[in-house]
């Protein structure tokens, strides 16, 4: 059964940094995607992020695009999610995310498209 774990969320000031991380255990390969998402009490989960098993192929919503950087270590199983020049319209609960069905080629942006998924970890960004 594979299960991810985030970390990395707390309370920064605005225009602060933070890296939020991603591990997963209980798979012995990497060929797969992994997808970041946030969501605001009330509001639907937003993609932010996505990237492929190997690295070659990184997504960003234009959002974030420029401030948050998604990178991989393989021999980590963790993915991450650099946030800087973070602003008070960043806070949300972070998710991360695994799309096993594609052979982590592919980048997906769908919710129903990820099979498993962490719990999520809290970012508040303070104006």
């Known amino acids: 059964q594979v299960q991810l774990d985030e970390s990395g969320g707390g309370l920064v000031q605005a225009g602060n940094s933070l890296r939020l991380s991603c591990a997963a255990s209980?798979?012995?390969?990497?060929?797969?995607?992994v997808g970041w998402f946030r969501q605001v009490p009330g509001e639907e989960r937003e993609f932010v992020a996505a990237?492929?098993?190997?690295?070659?192929?990184?997504y960003v919503v234009d959002s974030v695009k420029g401030r948050f950087t998604i990178s991989r270590d393989n021999t980590k199983n963790t993915v991450y999610l650099q946030m800087n020049s973070l602003k008070p319209e960043d806070t949300a609960v972070y998710f991360c995310?695994?799309?096993?069905?594609?052979?982590?080629?592919?980048?997906?942006?769908?919710?129903?498209?990820?099979?498993?998924w962490g719990q999520g970890t809290q970012v508040t960004v303070s104006s």
């Open positions: 995310a695994a799309d096993f069905q594609r052979g982590g080629l592919i980048l997906v942006r769908h919710i129903d498209e990820y099979g498993v």
């Open positions: 209980g798979r012995t390969d990497n060929h797969y995607s």
């Open positions: 990237i492929s098993w190997n690295s070659f192929h990184t």
